[in-house]
Every structure is written in structure tokens, then in C-alpha cells.
């Protein structure tokens, strides 16, 4: 059984920034494609940013581009999300994933999910 741990997130400005952490235990972690998505009130949980097994395939959504970045340490069983140049429409629960596939693409449902870790924008 795979269990992910978020971490990191709180209260920031605008303007700061922000990094998120998700540890994993169990599972073949350095064969899945890892992803963060969040969910902010009253709408649909979206994806962020993923990343590929072997760390040379990102993906970002249009509106996190350029702001955000997501790696991983297949040693340390972790991926991260740094995030920069935050908004208060980033305001959300950040959600770390997990599929067994080795991608994890728009429209592709995660295995493994976190229990979130909430980051709120003050402007």
C-alpha cells in the first residue's frame, strides 16, 4: 500500500513563496508518475504540475508555468513543489499523487492520493 505525506504548506503574501513536500512509503516509487493537483472552495480539483519516472517529462498548467517548479528524489522517496511569485487565486488544499504509470497526464486519475496540505494566499 502507497501512503503519501504532504508538507509545507501555511499561510503566505502575495508575492512569497512556498515549498511543498510529499513523502511516500511503500510501492515501487521510482517506476510512477508523481503529480500535485489542488482543489480551492467551490471548485474542481485540478492538476498542477507532474512529473515523469525518470524526471526528464514536466508538465505544468498554463496558469502555474514560469511559477512553479516540481521535482523529485527517487532516493528520498519524494517529490516537491516549490512554488514562487504566489497569488491568492493559488489559494487551495495542495494534493501530492501518484500513478503507477510511469506519466501522470491531465485526464489520467491518480492511484494514490495525499491528504492535502492547505496554502493560503493573503494579498
Known amino acids: 500500500q502507497v501512503q503519501l505525506v504532504e508538507s509545507g504548506g501555511g499561510l503566505v503574501q502575495a508575492g512569497g513563496s512556498l515549498r511543498l513536500s510529499c513523502a511516500a512509503s511503500g510501492g515501487a516509487f521510482s517506476t510512477y508518475g508523481l503529480g500535485w493537483f489542488r482543489q480551492a472552495p467551490g471548485k474542481e480539483r485540478e492538476l498542477v504540475a507532474s512529473?515523469?519516472?525518470?524526471?526528464?517529462?514536466?508538465y505544468y498548467a498554463d496558469s502555474m508555468e514560469g511559477r512553479f517548479t516540481i521535482s523529485r528524489d527517487n532516493a528520498k522517496r519524494a517529490v516537491y513543489l516549490q512554488m514562487d511569485s504566489l497569488k491568492p487565486e493559488d489559494t487551495a488544499v495542495y494534493y501530492c499523487?501518484?500513478?503507477?504509470?510511469?506519466?501522470?497526464?491531465?485526464?489520467?486519475?491518480?492511484?494514490?492520493w495525499g491528504s492535502g496540505t492547505q496554502v493560503t494566499v493573503s494579498s
Open positions: 512529473i515523469n519516472w525518470s524526471a526528464d517529462q514536466k
Open positions: 499523487a501518484a500513478s503507477r504509470f510511469r506519466s501522470l497526464l491531465p485526464g489520467s486519475p491518480p492511484d494514490y
